[in-house]
């Protein structure tokens, strides 16, 4: 999967589809050569031309020609790594030190090209894996200080992509806010630099560390497209930029603007992955090959089948005692929930968002014998036991806050501004991370917990640590690393535990957190409606199998809009399917219908959560929304399909399958009609969907054996 010419210093990464070409040239720095079709590493070599003269005694090297671009010389372009020594020199130069190929685990190679500054103790080491079945790339870089005074990384993202010049080019990312998270956008890109970025401290509601990059030609079905995902949860900056001279590329990694991180003598730092694509077949094939990577290489259990759950909140907000809860649980159950989760309200002094956050202990009130009888009575309706949680915050009024006021992210002289009256624990101090690890340990194995909802409410803040030196540049890294290590340390005890991390809704989804997570949840907003745009744009790169959906009543708690309960878990069943309603006001009728929507997803859900997705109709006014998911062997899809207000007068089109099995006929399981493959995928199916608006249908379709 890598190769190397060693005449011209032309490395070759190669997945099954995709080729990666990069060199280190005669001044000593790693340059980019190709990323796109198959090639040969002589075909590679090809790619190797002089460098073409200026344009003008003006123009300076070219910053897309390094792999990873720094601050130095005639460089003009956006650095990937700018560095600041402790006699104030900040331009950085290349010296080769030499590579090292390794296979850490079967299926995968590494890379890694070491280099060093040319006059300063100054380490850089770029790194690359690829793995044999899928055209992802992972990349990294380590710095390390090797001498005897601190270095401040002004800069250090993870790495930097170049696309091979076009006449046009386009961006594609998502942009939002909470309850209306991953709204997608598609435009051209603009001259010069775009900048994303979360300043934060979380991924973020507003945007994610993801884009797609193509000529301005490419469609769902059709075209080529660079992309790529950073695996961070923290703040996060990624720079596109495009140039007079036909050269789009963008660089990306952690931090922000006006934060740096100090390396102290002696101290690596390891950046997050940042890991690209290139696929040909438009932005459907795109996110197809994100879905099957994140499964088989990020998801700590890819094979499970997540199960149908249940969440207390909208029933009883911070109500929560235990004979309220055993009464929605026996609701519950007899819908065919799964998995049944106790919300916010059942700890110490919480009756409000005002007060008891970070007092970890049960409600005596609630629950004067403790979870245990709630605990056995879920367990014993053959139902899972969830909590919520939110470790990293602190509510002013609360026993914690008065004993530890120095926990909390401040800054001297500056006023701890409270959103949501609570703020922000310094989850970048040893002794906040190692009280927030013990009380969760003890919490999970004293109360059988299966699962956590692991929310974070607010951004953070006053981001300063005043009892450390240097701490307010070293928290926004630290913060993330120990909440990873909490989830990390915690898993190991408890393997059995699931996690979904939550924060807000939608605010921190990627691909680091879900390392070491089981699912997500994409927003606070449960209208259906507004949902299926939310997992429209979820879907660009994440799959199905991460994406929590709730079925909620009506009116909806956050828009006002009543749609049918049918359409509502048509909706939900996109994802992990949940229920979020107050069962106790259900009726008879919904209570049956939902128990039957309930069995429906179960017999497809291993489609959803493990199938090929292909979006046949994106989000429409009028029009129908359609998604397909397929089974890897497909013997069999599912397709769903939803229309909020259709126009008078506007056709009734068929909808075309994709990725069928084209010599099989296919079984509709609700109707039992038997349709050829090549008629589903070339002519489509006209859907059974029913009059008026927010109709919706689901087609599970079952491959004939061959007589």
């Given at each position: 999967?890598?190769?190397?010419?060693?005449?011209?210093?032309?490395?070759?990464?190669?997945?099954?589809?995709?080729?990666?070409?990069?060199?280190?040239?005669?001044?000593?720095?790693?340059?980019?050569?190709?990323?796109?079709?198959?090639?040969?590493?002589?075909?590679?070599?090809?790619?190797?031309?002089?460098?073409?003269?200026?344009?003008?005694?003006?123009?300076?090297?070219?910053?897309?020609?390094?792999?990873?671009?720094?601050?130095?010389?005639?460089?003009?372009?956006?650095?990937?790594?700018?560095?600041?020594?402790?006699?104030?020199?900040?331009?950085?130069?290349?010296?080769?030190?030499?590579?090292?190929?390794?296979?850490?685990?079967?299926?995968?190679?590494?890379?890694?090209?070491?280099?060093?500054?040319?006059?300063?103790?100054?380490?850089?080491?770029?790194?690359?894996?690829?793995?044999?079945?899928?055209?992802?790339?992972?990349?990294?870089?380590?710095?390390?200080?090797?001498?005897?005074?601190?270095?401040?990384?002004?800069?250090?993202?993870?790495?930097?992509?170049?696309?091979?010049?076009?006449?046009?080019?386009?961006?594609?990312?998502?942009?939002?806010?909470?309850?209306?998270?991953?709204?997608?956008?598609?435009?051209?890109?603009?001259?010069?630099?775009?900048?994303?970025?979360?300043?934060?401290?979380?991924?973020?509601?507003?945007?994610?560390?993801?884009?797609?990059?193509?000529?301005?030609?490419?469609?769902?079905?059709?075209?080529?497209?660079?992309?790529?995902?950073?695996?961070?949860?923290?703040?996060?900056?990624?720079?596109?930029?495009?140039?007079?001279?036909?050269?789009?590329?963008?660089?990306?990694?952690?931090?922000?603007?006006?934060?740096?991180?100090?390396?102290?003598?002696?101290?690596?730092?390891?950046?997050?992955?940042?890991?690209?694509?290139?696929?040909?077949?438009?932005?459907?094939?795109?996110?197809?090959?994100?879905?099957?990577?994140?499964?088989?290489?990020?998801?700590?259990?890819?094979?499970?089948?997540?199960?149908?759950?249940?969440?207390?909140?909208?029933?009883?907000?911070?109500?929560?005692?235990?004979?309220?809860?055993?009464?929605?649980?026996?609701?519950?159950?007899?819908?065919?929930?799964?998995?049944?989760?106790?919300?916010?309200?059942?700890?110490?002094?919480?009756?409000?968002?005002?007060?008891?956050?970070?007092?970890?202990?049960?409600?005596?009130?609630?629950?004067?014998?403790?979870?245990?009888?709630?605990?056995?009575?879920?367990?014993?309706?053959?139902?899972?036991?969830?909590?919520?949680?939110?470790?990293?915050?602190?509510?002013?009024?609360?026993?914690?806050?008065?004993?530890?006021?120095?926990?909390?992210?401040?800054?001297?002289?500056?006023?701890?501004?409270?959103?949501?009256?609570?703020?922000?624990?310094?989850?970048?101090?040893?002794?906040?991370?190692?009280?927030?690890?013990?009380?969760?340990?003890?919490?999970?194995?004293?109360?059988?917990?299966?699962?956590?909802?692991?929310?974070?409410?607010?951004?953070?803040?006053?981001?300063?640590?005043?009892?450390?030196a240097e701490g307010a540049d070293r928290l926004w890294t630290a913060y993330v690393h120990n909440l990873y290590e909490v989830?990390?340390?915690?898993?190991?005890?408890?393997?059995?535990?699931?996690?979904?991390?939550?924060?807000?809704?939608?605010?921190?989804?990627?691909?680091?957190?879900?390392?070491?997570?089981?699912?997500?949840?994409?927003?606070?907003?449960?209208?259906?409606?507004?949902?299926?745009?939310?997992?429209?744009?979820?879907?660009?790169?994440?799959?199905?199998?991460?994406?929590?959906?709730?079925?909620?009543?009506?009116?909806?708690?956050?828009?006002?809009?009543?749609?049918?309960?049918?359409?509502?878990?048509?909706?939900?069943?996109?994802?992990?399917?949940?229920?979020?309603?107050?069962?106790?006001?259900?009726?008879?009728?919904?209570?049956?219908?939902?128990?039957?929507?309930?069995?429906?997803?179960?017999?497809?859900?291993?489609?959803?959560?493990?199938?090929?997705?292909?979006?046949?109709?994106?989000?429409?006014?009028?029009?129908?929304?359609?998604?397909?998911?397929?089974?890897?062997?497909?013997?069999?899809?599912?397709?769903?399909?939803?229309?909020?207000?259709?126009?008078?007068?506007?056709?009734?089109?068929?909808?075309?399958?994709?990725?069928?099995?084209?010599?099989?006929?296919?079984?509709?399981?609700?109707?039992?009609?038997?349709?050829?493959?090549?008629?589903?995928?070339?002519?489509?199916?006209?859907?059974?969907?029913?009059?008026?608006?927010?109709?919706?249908?689901?087609?599970?379709?079952?491959?004939?054996?061959?007589?």
């Amino acid at each position: 999967m890598i190769s190397f010419a060693p005449d011209t210093g032309v490395w070759l990464l190669s997945t099954p589809r995709t080729s990666y070409a990069l060199r280190v040239d005669e001044t000593g720095a790693p340059c980019h050569l190709a990323w796109g079709p198959r090639l040969t590493l002589e075909e590679a070599e090809e790619l190797i031309v002089p460098p073409a003269p200026a344009a003008s005694s003006f123009e300076g090297r070219p910053a897309a020609g390094e792999e990873l671009p720094v601050d130095g010389g005639t460089r003009y372009g956006p650095p990937s790594l700018q560095v600041r020594f402790a006699d104030g020199t900040r331009a950085f130069e290349w010296q080769p030190l030499g590579h090292r190929v390794h296979e850490p685990v079967p299926g995968q190679t590494e890379l890694a090209l070491e280099f060093r500054d040319r006059h300063y103790p100054l380490l850089t080491t770029l790194h690359y894996r690829v793995h044999d079945d899928s055209d992802v790339i992972e990349r990294w870089t380590v710095l390390r200080n090797t001498g005897g005074e601190s270095v401040l990384l002004l800069r250090a993202d993870s790495a930097a992509w170049t696309l091979p010049p076009r006449d046009d080019h386009r961006l594609s990312h998502v942009t939002g806010q909470w309850a209306s998270e991953t709204q997608l956008h598609r435009e051209r890109m603009a001259f010069g630099e775009t900048v994303l970025t979360s300043r934060r401290g979380v991924t973020s509601h507003h945007a994610n560390p993801w884009v797609m990059l193509d000529a301005g030609e490419a469609t769902e079905d059709h075209g080529q497209v660079w992309s790529a995902a950073l695996a961070w949860s923290g703040s996060w900056r990624v720079t596109v930029h495009r140039g007079s001279d036909g050269r789009a590329g963008f660089t990306g990694g952690a931090g922000h603007d006006g934060t740096a991180l100090p390396l102290a003598p002696g101290e690596d730092f390891t950046t997050p992955a940042y890991a690209g694509l290139y696929a040909d077949g438009g932005f459907g094939a795109t996110s197809r090959a994100w879905h099957a990577y994140t499964l088989a290489h990020v998801l700590p259990h890819p094979g499970e089948v997540r199960p149908v759950l249940y969440n207390s909140w909208e029933a009883t907000g911070f109500e929560v005692d235990e004979s309220g809860q055993k009464a929605l649980a026996a609701r519950a159950a007899a819908l065919g929930v799964e998995l049944y989760v106790v919300d916010d309200g059942w700890f110490g002094a919480r009756r409000s968002e005002r007060a008891g956050l970070g007092d970890w202990t049960v409600s005596p009130e609630g629950f004067p014998d403790g979870l245990g009888p709630l605990v056995r009575e879920v367990h014993r309706l053959g139902m899972r036991f969830g909590l919520w949680v939110e470790p990293e915050m602190v509510n002013p009024d609360s026993d914690l806050y008065r004993r530890h006021p120095e926990w909390v992210l401040h800054i001297p002289h500056r006023t701890r501004t409270e959103l949501r009256h609570q703020l922000v624990l310094n989850f970048a101090r040893r002794d906040v991370a190692d009280w927030a690890y013990g009380w969760l340990t003890r919490l999970v194995a004293e109360h059988a917990i299966d699962f956590l909802k692991w929310d974070m409410n607010r951004a953070l803040s006053e981001a300063g640590w005043p009892d450390r030196a240097e701490g307010a540049d070293r928290l926004w890294t630290a913060y993330v690393h120990n909440l990873y290590e909490v989830i990390d340390r915690l898993r190991a005890d408890h393997p059995a535990l699931r996690i979904e991390s939550c924060s807000g809704g939608g605010g921190r989804v990627d691909l680091g957190i879900l390392s070491r997570t089981d699912q997500a949840w994409p927003s606070d907003n449960t209208d259906a409606a507004d949902r299926v745009s939310i997992q429209h744009g979820y879907s660009q790169i994440y799959p199905a199998r991460t994406m929590a959906a709730w079925v909620t009543d009506v009116p909806n708690q956050h828009t006002g809009r009543s749609v049918p309960l049918r359409f509502r878990f048509h909706v939900a069943m996109a994802g992990v399917l949940g229920v979020g309603g107050d069962l106790t006001r259900w009726s008879d009728g919904e209570l049956a219908e939902g128990a039957a929507l309930v069995d429906q997803y179960k017999t497809v859900r291993h489609l959803v959560q493990h199938g090929t997705l292909h979006r046949l109709r994106t989000p429409a006014e009028d029009g129908p929304t359609a998604v397909q998911y397929t089974a890897a062997d497909r013997s069999e899809a599912l397709l769903l399909i939803w229309q909020r207000t259709p126009r008078h007068g506007a056709p009734r089109l068929p909808v075309r399958f994709a990725g069928l099995d084209p010599a099989a006929r296919y079984r509709d399981a609700g109707t039992g009609a038997v349709h050829h493959a090549t008629v589903l995928t070339a002519y489509g199916l006209l859907p059974d969907l029913p009059p008026g608006d927010w109709a919706s249908t689901a087609v599970h379709l079952v491959r004939v054996p061959a007589s």
